[in-house]
């Protein structure tokens, strides 16, 4: 398994604005993924994100918007552009440390846009 | 992309009771996983199961590929099993998981 943190863990912020989440791992790690969680909603992968290369993004997401850094294999970074309330939503990265595919997950941050 | 349906999206227990919740996927997958969504929002995976039957205390899963379907069992459901279970494949190869909406389980002592 993997131990993962995120920070901020909870934001409120205004229209406009951007904000910078971290995903930081125990171990290093080859593949690290960003996914949101609008409110009720299930999961959504925003893009892969592997370390010495550009990040990989999933339909409907785009790197104007969510520009990620991936400057090490225990590191991350995953911005929220120009924010607008649609993007109020939690945040997750996920990790895949081991040699099957399993997958753990960060608590979140909790994403408020007004 | 693959689809993944769960059912019942909405199941009520009473504390000791069992349940079993499904997983229906689209295509062949030789990844899937079960996640489980606590009332605070932390993902904790429970089983990464692309065939076959596991087992984890009260908890097991069991895959069946070929009909592109899993079951996850809970026995001598508790309070704390109260939350979201997700559903998650992908396939072959690729490592991008696509999630089902969920099973939301309300365990009621």
């Known amino acids: 398994s993997a131990v993962i943190s995120q920070k901020p863990s909870r934001d409120i912020c205004q229209r406009g604005t951007s904000l910078t989440i971290q995903c930081q791992v125990d171990?290093?790690?080859?593949?690290m993924f960003w996914y949101r969680q609008q409110p009720g909603q299930s999961l959504t992968l925003i893009a892969t994100a592997n370390q010495g290369s550009e990040a990989t993004y999933e339909s409907g997401f785009v790197i104007d918007k969510f520009p990620i850094s991936r400057p090490n294999l225990t590191f991350s970074t995953l911005t929220v552009s120009n924010m607008s309330p649609e993007d109020s939503s939690i945040y997750l990265c996920s990790v895949e440390p081991g040699s099957d595919e399993t997958q753990y997950f960060g608590p979140g941050t909790r994403l408020l846009v007004l | 992309g693959i689809q993944v349906e769960q059912s019942p999206p909405d199941l009520i227990l009473q504390e000791g009771a069992n349940s079993t919740l499904r997983c229906n996927f689209s295509?062949?997958?030789?990844?899937l996983q079960w996640f489980h969504q606590n009332p605070w929002g932390q993902l904790i995976n429970l089983f990464y199961i692309p065939s076959g039957t596991k087992q984890n205390g009260r908890l097991s899963a069991t895959t069946v590929a070929t009909e592109r379907y899993s079951l996850l069992y809970i026995s001598s459901s508790q309070t704390t099993d109260s939350g979201v279970y997700f559903c998650?494949?992908?396939?072959?190869?690729?490592?991008?998981?696509?999630f089902g909406k969920g099973n939301q389980v309300v365990v009621i002592p």
């Open positions: 171990s290093q790690v080859t593949m």
């Open positions: 295509d062949s997958v030789n990844n």
């Open positions: 998650a494949v992908a396939r072959y190869g690729n490592n991008r998981l696509a």
